[in-house]
């Protein structure tokens, strides 16, 4: 669900060769239900092996993940830990969504429609335990950096970019930017073409910097953070009815959090413990260490869940050659 503030966030489009050798640090959670969404046969079927474990969670952070690194970026996983009291009404509304869809692509099923079947199945994506531990396992095979947050992973992750341990937050929704996060990297991918409901649209890897968010917007982060809660946040689902981002723009500006709030008496939430989430969440110092590429190990997460060998030691030796490329370079 996340914040949806986009139509007023000044971006600008960048490509990827311009992240070479920065450190991103990935909203994992976010990442990984991408994958998951999206990964899929064309009546939404997730790929799945012989045993009917889902495996496109593996698949898309194998194959995405080496083709970032070829192009010379360092990642940082960042998994989220315990979650915020405020946020199980979002856990609630998103199952209510997901029983909906389940109604719908058993319909779909029993028509025989299998595009409306993969529309209803991205829906039911779940994220469980077992997937969690998978992904962790096999990111740090391949050499990439997990950190385990004791909160929201994309508070940490802005928490990193914010001590300038790493360059930016990848993810696909604005709340860092409301932690604090400097740099917000969207669309990280090297795919060109996204399928919509009108059709096939280009996308490439955008960059938003929050200082110049606050600027063009002509407020400081603290009436960021009101804007998001008047729109509505995790915390405080649909936030204030008949208020969306221009709306909340006008009323924010020039104000402290008190005078904003202080002209909506009867709110069903607690702004001041909304605000605070966002303002001081809970996130802790953390050593970035990437492990070191273990090809056996890969190989071995893979083979167990019947990936293709060949494509597999294909994928690695395109990585071993973009490494070898990059030290030749150095030593130029």
Same mark, same amino acid.
Do not use: M, W
């Given at each position: 669900m996340g914040l949806q503030i986009g139509n007023i966030v000044v971006r600008k489009s960048?490509?990827?060769?311009?992240?070479?050798g920065k450190?991103?640090?990935?909203?994992?959670?976010? $990442? =990984?239900? #991408?994958?998951?969404? $999206? =990964?899929? #046969?064309?009546d939404g079927t997730p790929l799945m092996d012989s045993k009917k474990r889902i495996t496109s969670h593996l698949s898309g952070l194998f194959y995405r993940n080496i083709n970032l690194m070829k192009t010379g970026l360092k990642l940082v996983y960042v998994f989220d830990g315990k979650t915020p009291r405020l946020k199980?009404?979002?856990?609630?509304k998103r199952?209510?969504?997901?029983d909906e869809a389940f109604e719908k692509y058993e319909k779909a099923k029993q028509e025989e429609n299998i595009e409306e079947m993969g529309k209803y199945s991205k829906q039911l994506a779940t994220l469980d335990d077992e997937k969690i531990r998978e992904s962790k396992e096999l990111l740090e095979a391949m050499g990439i950096a997990v950190i385990q947050a004791p909160g929201e992973g994309e508070a940490e992750a802005s928490f990193l970019?914010?001590?300038?341990?790493a360059y930016a937050v990848?993810?696909?929704?604005?709340?860092?930017?409301l932690f604090g996060a400097?740099?917000?990297?969207?669309?990280?991918?090297?795919?060109?073409?996204?399928?919509?409901?009108?059709?096939?649209?280009?996308?490439?890897?955008?960059?938003?910097?929050?200082?110049?968010v606050l600027n063009s917007l002509q407020i400081n982060l603290d009436q960021l953070i009101c804007l998001g809660i008047?729109?509505?946040t995790d915390y405080n689902l649909g936030g204030i009815k008949g208020i969306g981002p221009k709306k909340a723009l006008l009323i924010v500006k020039n104000k402290a959090p008190a005078i904003i709030f202080k002209q909506f008496p009867d709110l069903d939430f607690d702004w001041q413990e909304v605000f605070s989430l966002f303002k001081k969440p809970d996130v802790r110092e953390a050593e970035i260490k990437f492990p070191k590429l273990n090809k056996e190990k890969i190989r071995e997460i893979l083979l167990e869940h019947e990936f293709s060998e060949e494509r597999i030691n294909s994928a690695l030796e395109k990585l071993d050659e973009a490494k070898e490329k990059g030290k030749q370079k150095t030593l130029f």
């Open positions: 960048i490509e990827i060769s311009d992240l070479k450190t991103l640090a990935v909203d994992a959670f976010n $990442t =990984i239900y #991408q994958f998951l969404s $999206t =990964i899929r #046969q064309p199980a009404g979002t856990h609630e199952q209510e969504v997901k970019a914010g001590n300038k341990q990848a993810s696909q929704d604005y709340d860092s930017l400097p740099i917000l990297i969207q669309n990280l991918t090297l795919a060109r073409k996204r399928k919509t409901i009108s059709g096939y649209v280009n996308i490439g890897p955008e960059l938003i910097e929050l200082e110049k008047l729109c509505g």
